[in-house]
């Protein structure tokens, strides 16, 4: 007998396969290394599976939209229906030589106040972006004047004179105006008015204990100063930022910033003071006193100055006490005013340190909210805020800064009473939708955070990759994502990008997969979908007949034809439900008048090349396979002999993610062989007969001794004499109509079996009645238990290796006692078993195949260190000459990922292997 050791260098792993010969007079060194091909260089993680899953979802938001706050008010330049009198202000002008056109403006606004008519609009411009010093006194009613632009910029022309004053006017607007004060007067008068409504200006006053910046008289009456920034100057010198004379009636102070001072009302009747902002200097934020009446405190927030932000105004407790000054409550409400006042909703910020009472209520301090709360029956939505709100600069003038905007966390954030009296319906930027306590509204820094699922990757049976797209803002994030197995992956990102978060599941199944993103700032977005597994668990049932084109049962009463096809439905019959990705059929061909090949595979794919069945004319032959099903729940299967055959179908399992076990690949162990006793009595089978099989505890222990559930095997039929059938099936239930062996006199046959195992841990082979007897081997190749962790992956049929191709193999036929190897998954230990269908053609003596793992290392193949592996004892299937004979292998992959395929017979033989699936156990 001559030997070859074909590939065993280091193009072995390049190549995939390999021949080698037996040991007795294996070469010390190579010789014709094969060919390489794509089919020779393939690998279990890069196989095809019929249907990989998607990921689409898109990407819900759950972040809260918000208009963003705008630098400046929006304005327009004609708020009234008369004529439009134009002003284009220089810091040089004088007198005036325009008439008041768009063509020819104004210089002087008081040249176009006194130019105005009631209805008219005085638009007021300044391209230099410079104040121009102007003193202006209206006294026309009726009339509207409106700043265009950023810097309509008045600073005091006549240092004896406030820079405005409107006196004894009616209707009246001022809108989006910077007015500066002088030392001893105030930036704004109001005097013997009524109707005046001062809007979106910016008012800075003089650093003198002189009257406030805005000054309205006791003679005037329905008043509004609404989102306007107003400063005294200075916090520590007393003044005031409003101050209302007693007598003035109906004011409303609304949406206003008032930085490092505050507002002081005598003996007013009717005050609204409503979503103001102020931060306070030394003096109370709001003072109440000389028997006011009808004020409605609500919605404000009130705030201690600070170094950090009102350094240029001071006012915080250190410059108090430097200067002499107290450190007052933030709102003081005098005993004669206390029964007419109402004070509600308001939110209160001690900044550091600060001892900053809320309330000084009748004369009576109150240094915490609870003390107030208790004691009167005020406050009882006041809240204290423990977020500093961020430093705003409305007009970007030295003094114009205050904290303003409020953050995340903040207790102002949509706690606003909606129906406090002279609630503003826009914030101090002209925002809607305000909800919020204070002047500004919260705005969202992260409004469009949203997360997709924009793919991923099955890496294993178990589990794979997970891509998310995160939209956001360039900000710290936090992604979680929950697998719903119970676990979860939590990972610091940053800003908007792409991610991928990997996991893996201890068992197959579907699962709800949850990701979930949040910013710094409260905002959460997340998105949903359904996890999976590639791998599927085992389901044993029947054996059920599913397919028998000779009598219709499962298709019509008809052959198939000469390179035709047959449907099998599988899903929705003897128990199977949808979703399935494989079924355990036993495939019968018989009536054929021609030799052919049967090849099943999904139905809706491609048909490969491969091939589960081979037959001779007049010959009856089964064999196993583990056929991927279609989405359908349909499998196809493809007659390519030229004449019309009977199909039949049986199933035994299936594999989905309903069932509790997993598969379990062993090394071939010999569990019963009637020639020798092994497991049963010596003796034949007779007809009708039958024997048990035990498959619990077997194996030397390495079969579970419980919980097993089915079980692969190699049947064998010997020394048969004449015509038979076998049957396969659980002990202790009914034998089915159905069958695994079909037995020609004279011949071995050997086929692969996978059948549920009894509540007994056995399994029963039966003969068919007025069969011969015969002896049977029984060799187990892998069980399926809820204890093992193989997860089936199946693939779209493919061709592994075709001795017959030099395409793809080099060496030629295997020779007596040679051995092909496949490293299907080398040094993977997580891949267990692969799902084979053998086939040797081209036979020149009778032998058996041998299937079995190797022991050796790729690495020791490459550095001709192998040593040789035992030869098998139990045959995958048996031939005589001439003969092209199938059979399907449920092959362990050993420790190292290689399986070895032994020619065991005195001639030569070419080999076929096509994969169906492989088992993993990660």
């Known amino acids: 007998m001559s030997h070859r050791r074909l590939g065993a260098t280091a193009a072995f792993v390049a190549a995939g396969v390999a021949l080698i010969p037996t040991a007795a007079q294996a070469d010390s060194s190579p010789r014709a290394a094969h060919h390489t091909t794509a089919a020779a260089t393939k690998t279990l993680s890069a196989a095809t599976a019929p249907k990989k899953h998607h990921f689409d979802t898109p990407a819900p938001r759950s972040a809260r939209l918000q208009r963003a706050a705008s630098p400046t008010a929006a304005v327009s330049a004609k708020d009234a229906t008369g004529t439009t009198i134009h002003v284009r202000t220089t810091p040089s002008c004088t007198s005036d030589t325009g008439d008041g056109t768009q063509a020819a403006p104004y210089c002087l606004i008081q040249d176009a106040v006194d130019a105005a008519h009631p209805g008219d609009t005085v638009s007021v411009q300044n391209p230099s972006g410079v104040a121009s010093p102007q003193t202006v006194t209206v006294t026309t009613s009726g009339i509207s004047i409106v700043g265009v632009g950023n810097w309509a910029w008045l600073q005091p022309a006549d240092a004896a004179k406030p820079t405005l004053t409107l006196d004894g006017v009616s209707d009246v607007t001022v809108r989006n105006l910077i007015v500066e004060g002088t030392a001893g007067r105030s930036a704004v008068r109001i005097a013997n008015s009524t109707g005046v409504t001062f809007d979106s200006g910016y008012v800075d006053g003089a650093r003198d204990a002189g009257p406030a910046a805005v000054d309205v008289d006791g003679a005037s009456s329905g008043v509004t100063i609404s989102r306007t920034y107003i400063d005294a100057g200075s916090a520590t010198a007393g003044a005031r930022a409003v101050s209302l004379a007693a007598g003035a009636k109906d004011v409303t102070l609304a949406a206003n910033l008032i930085a490092a001072s505050g507002v002081a009302a005598s003996g007013v009747q009717g005050l609204d003071v409503t979503n103001n902002t102020i931060q306070r200097g030394c003096y109370p934020a709001l003072t109440v006193a000389d028997a006011s009446t009808g004020v409605s405190v609500e919605n404000n927030l009130f705030e201690d100055a600070n170094l950090g932000t009102d350094n240029p105004l001071g006012g915080h407790p250190a410059d108090c006490a430097s200067t002499g000054d107290t450190w007052a409550a933030d709102v003081s409400v005098s005993a004669d005013s206390a029964d007419a006042v109402t004070s509600d909703y308001n939110a209160f910020y001690v900044y550091g340190t600060d001892a900053t009472s809320p309330y000084d209520w009748a004369g009576t301090g109150y240094p915490t909210l609870a003390a107030f709360q208790a004691a009167t029956p005020q406050g009882a939505h006041d809240v204290k805020d423990n977020v500093k709100a961020a430093a705003q600069q409305p007009r970007s003038l030295s003094s114009g800064i205050i904290d303003a905007a409020p953050q995340h966390g903040s207790a102002v954030i949509g706690s606003a009473n909606p129906d406090a009296p002279g609630k503003p319906a826009t914030d101090f930027y002209g925002a809607g939708s305000f909800t919020s306590r204070g002047a500004v509204e919260y705005v969202n820094p992260n409004p469009t955070l949203a997360v997709a699922i924009a793919g991923g990757d099955d890496t294993s049976a178990y589990g794979g990759s997970l891509d998310t797209r995160i939209t956001s803002a360039s900000v710290s994030l936090t992604e979680t994502v929950s697998w719903g197995d119970g676990k979860s992956t939590t990972t610091t990102v940053y800003g908007p990008g792409g991610y991928t978060a990997e996991h893996r599941y201890a068992k197959a199944g579907v699962f709800p997969v949850t990701v979930t993103v949040t910013d710094p700032y409260g905002n959460a977005a997340s998105t949903k979908t359904d996890w999976v597994t590639e791998g599927r668990n085992f389901t044993a049932v029947g054996p059920a007949r599913l397919l028998d084109t000779r009598n219709g049962t499962g298709a019509q009463k008809a052959k198939v034809p000469g390179r035709g096809t047959v449907r099998v439905q599988i899903a929705g019959r003897a128990g199977v439900p949808a979703g399935v990705t494989a079924a355990v059929l036993n495939l019968t061909v018989t009536g054929s008048s021609a030799g052919g090949v049967i090849t099943a595979y999904p139905d809706g794919y491609a048909r490969p090349t491969t091939s589960n069945l081979n037959f001779v004319a007049g010959q009856t032959v089964p064999n196993l396979g583990i056929v991927p099903v279609g989405e359908n729940g349909y499998v196809d299967l493809y007659n390519q002999s030229p004449k019309p055959v009977d199909l039949i179908a049986d199933i035994t399992g299936y594999y989905g993610l309903d069932g509790a076990s997993y598969f379990q690949p062993l090394a071939p162990y010999r569990a019963t062989d009637t020639r020798y006793g092994t497991g049963t009595p010596k003796r034949q089978i007779g007809s009708g007969g039958s024997i048990t099989v035990q498959i619990a505890g077997n194996d030397h222990g390495q079969i579970p001794s419980s919980g097993v559930t089915a079980v692969a095997l190699n049947v064998t039929a010997v020394?048969?004499?004449?015509?038979?059938?076998?049957?396969?099936?659980?002990?202790?239930?009914?034998?089915?109509?159905?069958?695994?062996?079909?037995?020609?006199?004279?011949?071995?046959?050997?086929?692969?079996?996978?059948?549920?195992?009894?509540?007994?841990?056995?399994?029963?082979?039966?003969?068919?009645?007025?069969?011969?007897?015969?002896?049977?081997?029984?060799?187990?190749?892998?069980?399926?238990?809820?204890?093992?962790?193989?997860?089936?992956?199946?693939?779209?049929?493919?061709?592994?290796?075709?001795?017959?191709?030099?395409?793809?193999?080099?060496?030629?036929?295997?020779?007596?006692?040679?051995?092909?190897?496949?490293?299907?998954?080398?040094?993977?230990?997580?891949?267990?078993?692969?799902?084979?269908?053998?086939?040797?053609?081209?036979?020149?003596?009778?032998?058996?195949?041998?299937?079995?793992?190797?022991?050796?290392?790729?690495?020791?193949?490459?550095?001709?260190?192998?040593?040789?592996?035992?030869?098998?004892?139990?045959?995958?299937?048996?031939?005589?000459?001439?003969?092209?004979?199938?059979?399907?292998?449920?092959?362990?992959?050993?420790?190292?990922?290689?399986?070895?395929?032994?020619?065991?017979?005195?001639?030569?033989?070419?080999?076929?292997?096509?994969?169906?699936?492989y088992y993993q156990t990660d």
């Open 719 to 917: 020394n048969a004499k004449g015509g038979a059938v076998l049957t396969v099936y659980p002990d202790g239930k009914a034998k089915p109509v159905a069958s695994n062996l079909n037995v020609t006199g004279g011949r071995i046959i050997a086929n692969a079996v996978v059948t549920p195992v009894g509540s007994d841990g056995r399994i029963r082979v039966a003969l068919n009645t007025g069969a011969r007897p015969l002896d049977v081997v029984v060799d187990v190749v892998g069980y399926y238990s809820a204890s093992a962790k193989g997860a089936y992956v199946p693939l779209l049929p493919d061709r592994w290796l075709d001795t017959r191709d030099p395409a793809q193999w080099s060496g030629g036929p295997l020779g007596p006692g040679d051995y092909a190897i496949i490293p299907f998954a080398p040094d993977e230990p997580d891949f267990t078993g692969v799902v084979l269908n053998t086939t040797v053609v081209n036979t020149t003596s009778s032998g058996w195949l041998g299937v079995a793992p190797d022991p050796n290392t790729v690495d020791q193949y490459n550095s001709g260190t192998e040593v040789w592996p035992p030869t098998p004892v139990s045959s995958t299937l048996n031939w005589v000459k001439g003969q092209i004979v199938p059979n399907m292998s449920q092959a362990s992959l050993g420790k190292h990922g290689i399986v070895d395929f032994f020619n065991r017979s005195g001639g030569k033989t070419d080999l076929v292997v096509d994969l169906f699936g």
